[in-house]
């Protein structure tokens, strides 16, 4: 599965931007599907999740602020990010796991995903 993120880009604190990571058609009973981002000198750290149920989790930065949600239908998964801070920059990246039903994506973003997209830059200047 190919993954293509799109939307990163420069906004003042405050202020919004919605990723979107568009996958290559496939065809599958479930899907697990997550947002990460990591920052320069960072580890990459999940932001949020989202099966094809529409069982979210979200990291405790992210909770109140981001919403993940997604259309299975254009295969489509979106982050809308609001009330975005300086330590929001990084680079966000998508991530998708193929399953046979969403009960395997119990894990969330903890899941080890196997599908990633080459990355969108969000920067957040104060």
């Known amino acids: 599965v190919r993954l293509v993120e799109s939307g990163g880009g420069s906004v003042q604190a405050g202020g919004s931007l919605r990723l979107t990571c568009a996958a290559s058609?496939?065809?599958?009973?479930?899907?697990?599907m997550a947002w990460f981002r990591q920052a320069p000198g960072k580890e990459r750290e999940g932001v949020a999740s989202?099966?094809?149920?529409?069982?979210?989790e979200y990291s405790h930065s992210a909770k109140g602020r981001f919403t993940i949600s997604h259309d299975n239908a254009k295969h489509i998964l979106y982050l809308q990010m609001n009330s975005l801070k300086p330590e929001d920059t990084a680079i966000y990246y998508c991530?998708?796991?193929?399953?046979?039903?969403?009960?395997?994506?119990?894990?969330?973003?903890?899941?080890?995903?196997?599908?990633w997209g080459q990355g969108t830059q969000v920067t957040v200047s104060s």
């Open positions: 991530a998708l796991d193929l399953v046979p039903d969403a009960k395997y994506c119990r894990d969330g973003y903890s899941r080890d995903f196997g599908n």
């Open positions: 058609q496939y065809t599958a009973i479930g899907s697990c």
């Open positions: 989202i099966d094809s149920n529409g069982r979210t």
